[in-house]
């Protein structure tokens, strides 16, 4: 069974720029979670998805939007990139079996490493 | 909002050495995740667990509900085993700790 797959693994930006990532999960997984990983922040929750719905946010300003399709794929939107949106970008796919995606183990992909000029 | 803490931040040690690695958490959880993160980027799940402890290969983890306390241990250490090692707690997003740095020298 394929990984996470996230596209694309590299991109530079300049200031004030957007920018769509994507997430393609395990097949079969619903759940699709965004993290944000920088080196003074460390990783932070960005987003959830399921069922093409936003489950739970984290406390991200609303440049930071994200959406998933009825074939369980993400994307993520950065709208106006500032110098401090240049960071990691994982996703990870969630089996959901019961209650809360963060109760099953997810599954990382190897991430978008974004950095904005 | 649950805080979480990981020990030491960085550890050094020689090829064979036994590692341990903590992390406390504040609020009351059901299971707890450790991951590994290599150089690149890659994450990894190396365990989710509720109670007690489980073991792959060289790595075990344990963790006791009670104290809010996990530890993970690599036996026979080896220099592939230099990563980032994160502990995370579930809620309704997961939260991190600040990761654990290990260099294994040969």
């Known amino acids: 069974k394929a990984g996470v797959t996230q596209t694309p693994r590299y991109l530079i930006k300049t200031r004030g720029q957007q920018v769509t990532l994507s997430c393609s999960p395990i097949s079969g997984h619903r759940s699709v979670s965004w993290y944000q990983q920088t080196p003074g922040q460390g990783l932070q929750f960005l987003f959830e998805y399921f069922s093409e719905t936003q489950r739970n946010k984290g406390n991200f300003p609303g440049r930071f939007s994200g959406r998933q399709f009825s074939n369980s794929r993400s994307e993520m939107n950065v709208s106006t990139l500032e110098l401090g949106d240049s960071a990691l970008y994982l996703c990870?796919?969630?089996?959901?079996?019961?209650?809360?995606?963060?109760?099953?183990?997810?599954?990382f992909g190897p991430g978008t490493r974004l950095t904005v000029l | 909002k649950n805080e979480v803490e990981q020990s030491p931040q960085n550890l050094t040690a020689q090829e064979g050495e036994f590692i341990t690695i903590n992390c406390s958490y504040s609020?009351?959880?059901?299971?707890l995740h450790w991951l590994q993160q290599h150089p690149g980027g890659g994450i990894v799940s190396l365990f989710m667990l509720s109670s007690g402890k489980k073991k792959h290969g060289r790595l075990i983890a344990t963790i006791n509900i009670q104290e809010k306390h996990s530890s993970l241990h690599i036996t026979a250490s080896h220099p592939r085993d230099s990563a980032v090692y994160i502990c995370?707690?579930?809620?309704?997003?997961?939260?991190f700790g600040t990761g654990t740095r290990l260099t294994i020298i040969p």
């Open positions: 995370a707690v579930p809620g309704e997003k997961l939260t």
């Open positions: 609020v009351g959880i059901s299971a």
């Open positions: 990870a796919s969630s089996l959901i079996l019961a209650g809360e995606s963060t109760h099953n183990e997810q599954f």
